[in-house]
Nanobody
Framework: QVQLVESGGGLVQAGGSLRLSCAAS????????MSWYRQAPGKERELVAA???????NYTESVKGRFTISRDNAKSTVYLQMSSLKPEDTAVYFC??????????????WGQGTQVTVSS
């Protein structure tokens, strides 16, 4: 079984910064894409940023220039550095990983979510 454990959420004032972490553990052969999603109250879950195993990244338009996704493959960990936070960034942030297991099957896993609240 594979687990994703997130940390780093919290309450911050507008203009502030937070860094989210997500560590994957379990019987994995490799991890391809690691991503961050978020879901605000009453809204659908949306992709915030993604990082491929080769280092390619992509961001949703609203966070470009403010958020940076990075990963430490040796630690099976992905980070989301969030700066210049806005109240509209308030949401539960979820980590997602596309994993090739030791039997070579590919499965997708989600973290439990971490709350980010930005006050105005």
């Amino acid at each position: 079984q594979v687990q994703l454990v997130e940390s780093g959420g919290g309450l911050v004032q507008a203009g502030g910064s937070l860094r989210l972490s997500c560590a994957a553990s379990g019987m994995m052969f490799s991890i391809s894409t690691m991503s961050w999603y978020r879901q605000a109250p009453g809204k659908e879950r949306e992709l915030v940023a993604a990082s491929s195993s080769g280092g390619n990244t992509n961001y949703t338009e609203s966070v470009k220039g403010r958020f940076t996704i990075s990963r430490d493959n040796a630690k099976s960990t992905v980070y989301l550095q969030m700066s210049s936070l806005k109240p509209e960034d308030t949401a539960v942030y979820f980590c997602n990983a596309r994993v090739r297991l030791v039997d070579y099957t590919i499965r997708e896993y989600w973290g439990q979510g971490t709350q980010v609240t930005v006050s105005s």
